[in-house]
């Protein structure tokens, strides 16, 4: 609850809120203490008197010689009475009617819920004004139209709650212990959906001072002499323009009591949304932010794609992850590079750093290079990196009803990939995405290009995923775990036909995985991730045939078969480090069986004679 | 399509059934005797025998309410009484008053709402998104009826820019541009908390669908931001942008009440206030049941609308 607070305080609006609407209830608290003048005797030689004008009356007269403070008080005192009151009329028989449903379900449930549906194809004032038609103008029966109207809002929030609660096991437990119905509602299901019939009533006793206010606004309210506030300015209307101020001084303090209502309504909801304090919604920008504390050093180029010493991390409030700690990778044109590593190794981050695809917030580049063909794309701003996504790096991704669009067509998905990047029309774009479904082997690639990816097999959606990587020719493919959320025959498929276009295209592959089959299927080199960083790298056979670093070991250890589809690295025992608090010396000694003091001692190197090489103090092999 | 249309229209009729029930039923809570009640001030004699023998009143409940719900069908909604002429007459003429402010101000705050969304969340944190932010929570924290007269005090009878009220000048007016010099305040004035609620919305609905992978897919290929709002992220965040419309739909047609009253609009909420003053319940019953019945349609529209933005529903 103090945690609860503190979140709620730490929004300066909703502290504001709070504090300008308890001023405000303190205020009408009070008021029959205060040295006011009787707000319903009239003094028409005193009418309109403009705020300031006399001793004894601080706002003003309205037309009738009444005092306006002593008026406005009173009548937010009655605002704020009838509103609250028709909140907790409408949150007394909703909730009973929701919990009723929820509770005894099937007929019952379908019987009321179809009756709260009906009300709810209202517009609320038809209904509020129906009932006051029905009974009269007057503020008790305004009170009941709109506590009424409001009914069906509580119902079917509390019957969605309810409905949850009615199928957990203590409920089924006290009807086995023979209570009635009565007593489980009362003792089991009420204590757990007072607080949500709390929030709920929070967020909507402000509406229901507005309706009441309206209500008497039109007249159907509160009668004379007794004013609210809605009833103040109704008959301030007839002088609006010759004396605004009896309009204005109700107007705005119906306006506060709303606002500072929304605000601490809002403060509210977000303290409760557990979302907010991740910073998870906060959108990623285009490009993953780069800020690089210093120049990079100048590199020789050894491939198509080089990493030069590449760090990403996650900012999120106060704590850094480092995600990428320093990596440094190449792929040569026609060559397939395996990323291999658990899920948190860093090895997907690494992927999305290339391009600047890393969500940013909370992602940010630190330092290193992403060399295209000897250029650094990261010094570059987000113009030129929107031209090379695509046109030279293109990216398959893993889920591909995740990441195909839902609501696009495939065709239009391909041709926006062409379109994007060549000026061409839409039917020379259709032609081209059609060949491009031809290539990635669908079969009736025309009755597909209508397909959405909804309507298509988990195998068909890949290739299409693959088509659209290849849709401008790119010289480099970055594959993030495409296999991983398929079934075993189509994940071969789907590696022979990335390994056909790889020879047929002369692509650069880098090929994210956590299989092992996977990269000796398809890879010439592999380079094994750990903890953000790169813990071994070799030509593939070797690495296979001789792991020097004992996690590689271990995973190898982990496939019983090469190729045999998907598995888990759950078999190392122990988990990855949290990148927010890595050990000195080796991240993995932790759950290594040969680590020594001299592994936590401090930085390990990568060494090796190339194209091989090891960050292990005891390897397993000398490379 | 056509057959989910058609399907839709067939399971309002329950509902529409269901709206005369209730209202019905509310009119059956009048204390004291049906005739006199609904006649208020105009119960004479000649008045209170012609009504019995219209609605029956004098037969069991059930009974009136078939006889009445039959009435309607055939288009008699009963005679009002203040005005001595048809209900229905009088609602359609009203309604398509209410219609034009109501419209405006729907448009108006479905354009300026989810464009307002978009920009705040496309700058979320930035000048724009605190602005706009600032701007919504005073939209939807402002009751209608008042910044109506405040706006009336400041463009009306200040700047004198516009005209203070009703829906065409009494003199030489009647034109369109006649009738947009009328309708810019009011519409304004109605629309602004439906478009307050429909910005806020728009613009977590835009969060939401920018942290998405298919996003992330959009800009790996390459598709120019701008694309990428606009199109990707905006056509998806409509699909949850759409139902909270047609909600918001009913509101605007709720404050309507209250911005023809304080603009002397003559639509139907203004009419409705009138007859529950004058207690000319026919008439309150007629336009009640009508304009919810238009609700309920237009909300079948929305759901059209929604089945063919998103293909995965179901037609
Ligand atoms: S450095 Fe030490 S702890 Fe790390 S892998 Fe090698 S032997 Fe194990």
Redo the contacts with the bound molecule.
């Keep these: 609850m103090s945690a609860f607070l503190k979140l709620l305080f730490r929004n300066r609006l909703a502290a504001m809120g709070a504090v300008v609407l308890g001023a405000i209830l303190l205020l009408v608290l009070v008021t029959p203490l205060l040295p006011l003048p009787d707000p319903n005797v009239t003094d028409t030689s005193q009418r309109f008197l403009r705020p300031f004008e006399a001793a004894g009356h601080l706002l003003g007269t309205d037309h009738l010689g009444r005092d306006l403070l002593a008026r406005l008080l009173y009548g937010t005192r009655l605002s704020l009475a009838v509103g609250f009151a028709a909140a907790v009329i409408a949150a007394f028989f909703g909730s009973a009617i929701g919990i009723v449903a929820g509770y005894f379900g099937r007929r019952t449930d379908n019987i009321i819920m179809r009756g709260v549906d009906m009300l709810m194809a209202f517009p609320y004032i038809l209904l509020a004004l129906a009932i006051v038609a029905a009974l009269g103008p007057g503020l008790l029966n305004a009170l009941i139209a709109v506590a009424a109207v409001n009914i069906p809002f509580f119902a079917r929030n509390i019957r969605g709650i309810t409905v949850g609660l009615a199928a957990r096991e203590f409920v089924d437990a006290a009807k086995l212990s023979g209570k009635g119905h009565l007593r489980i509602i009362l003792t089991e299901v009420l204590p757990n959906v007072l607080p949500v019939i709390v929030i709920a009533m929070s967020t909507t006793v402000g509406w229901m001072i507005l309706e009441t206010a309206g209500l008497s606004f039109l007249g159907l309210g509160s009668q004379p002499p007794v004013a609210d506030l809605g009833s103040m300015l109704g008959e301030a209307r007839a002088a609006l323009i010759t004396a605004p101020h009896t309009s204005v001084v109700p107007g705005l303090m119906i306006f506060l009591i709303v606002m500072s209502i929304n605000l601490l309504g809002d403060g509210v909801r977000d303290a409760l949304d557990p979302r907010l304090k991740s910073g998870a919604l906060s959108r990623p920008r285009s490009m993953t932010r780069v800020d690089r504390k210093g120049p990079v050093r100048e590199a020789a180029q050894k491939g198509l794609l080089d990493l030069q010493a590449l760090e990403t991390q996650f900012h999120v409030g106060a704590r850094v992850y480092r995600a990428v700690g320093g990596v440094d990778l190449h792929v040569k044109k026609g060559e397939c590079l395996g990323i291999i590593g658990e899920s948190g190794s860093g090895k997907s981050v690494t992927a999305l750093s290339v391009m600047g695809l890393v969500a940013s917030p909370p992602g940010v580049i630190t330092a290193g290079a992403v060399r295209y063909d000897g250029h650094d794309l990261l010094s570059s701003g987000y113009r030129e990196m929107r031209q090379r996504r695509g046109e030279n790096v293109a990216y398959i991704f893993q889920d591909p009803l995740a990441t195909l669009h839902p609501l696009y067509k495939v065709e239009d998905q391909l041709a926006e990939a062409i379109q994007s990047h060549h000026r061409v029309s839409d039917g020379e774009a259709r032609e081209r995405s059609l060949e491009l479904l031809r290539a990635v082997r669908i079969p009736n690639p025309e009755s597909r290009l209508k397909n959405y990816p909804h309507e298509m097999s988990g195998g068909m959606r890949q290739r299409v995923g693959i088509a659209m990587a290849l849709a401008n020719d790119p010289d480099v493919i970055i594959a993030d775990e495409p296999t991983t959320a398929l079934d075993v025959t189509v994940q071969a498929q789907i590696l022979a036909l990335l390994d056909d276009l790889r020879r047929e295209r002369g692509l650069a592959i880098v090929f994210i995985t956590h299989d092992f089959g996977v990269v000796a299927q398809l890879c010439d080199r592999v380079a094994v991730m750990y903890a953000g960083r790169i813990v071994e790298e070799g030509p593939t056979k070797a690495v296979l045939d001789a792991p020097a670093?004992?996690?590689t070991k271990r995973l190898i250890a982990c496939v019983p078969e090469l190729g045999g589809g998907q598995r888990e690295l759950a078999a190392i025992p122990g988990l990855p480090p949290s990148v927010d608090d890595l050990p000195p010396g080796?991240a993995?000694?932790p759950r290594?069986h040969?680590?020594?003091d001299a592994?936590a001692q401090g930085e390990?190197p990568l060494d090796g004679t190339p194209p091989r090489a090891v960050r292990?103090?005891?390897?397993e092999e000398a490379v | 399509m056509g057959s989910y249309i058609l399907k839709r229209l067939v399971s309002a009729i329950p509902v529409l059934l269901g709206i005369t029930v209730i209202v019905f039923l509310i009119m059956a809570m009048i204390p004291g005797d049906p005739a006199t009640a609904i006649l208020g001030s105009y119960a004479t004699p000649e008045n209170v025998e012609k009504i019995n023998r219209d609605l029956g009143l004098d037969k069991p409940l059930v009974q009136r309410y078939f006889i009445w719900l039959g009435n309607m069908l055939t288009g008699d909604f009963g005679r009002s009484f203040s005005l001595n002429r048809p209900v229905l007459d009088e609602v359609l003429e009203r309604f398509n008053a209410t219609l034009i402010l109501a419209g405006t101000s729907f448009v108006l705050c479905a354009v300026l709402g989810v464009l307002a969304g978009v920009v705040s969340a496309a700058r979320q944190y930035g000048l724009a998104d605190k602005l706009i932010t600032f701007v919504v929570l005073i939209g939807i924290s402002v009751p209608a009826f008042f910044l109506g007269m405040m706006m009336i005090l400041l463009f009306a009878v200040n700047l004198r820019w516009l005209p203070v009220s009703g829906m065409y000048a009494i003199y030489g007016g009647g034109d369109l541009a006649d009738l947009l010099r009328h309708l810019v305040m009011p519409a304004l004035a109605l629309a602004a908390v439906a478009t307050g609620v429909v910005a806020r919305l728009s613009r977590s609905a835009m969060l939401e669908v920018l942290r998405q992978d298919y996003i992330r897919t959009a800009r790996a290929k390459g598709v120019p931001e701008r694309r990428v709002i606009m199109g990707h992220a905006l056509r998806v965040a409509m699909v949850s942008i759409i139902p909270v419309l047609g909600i918001q739909a009913g509101f605007v047609l709720s404050g309507a009440v209250y911005i023809e009253i304080v603009f002397q609009w003559p639509g139907v909420g203004r009419m409705l206030v009138d007859a529950i003053l004058t207690r000319d319940i026919l008439l309150v019953q007629g336009g009640v049941v009508f304009v919810a019945a238009c609700y309920v349609l237009f909300n079948i529209a929305v759901d059209v609308a929604q089945s063919l933005l998103d293909p995965r529903i179901k037609t």
Excluded: D, G, V
């Design positions: 670093h004992p996690y080796c993995f000694a290594c040969k680590a020594r592994c390990i292990c103090l005891y390897p």
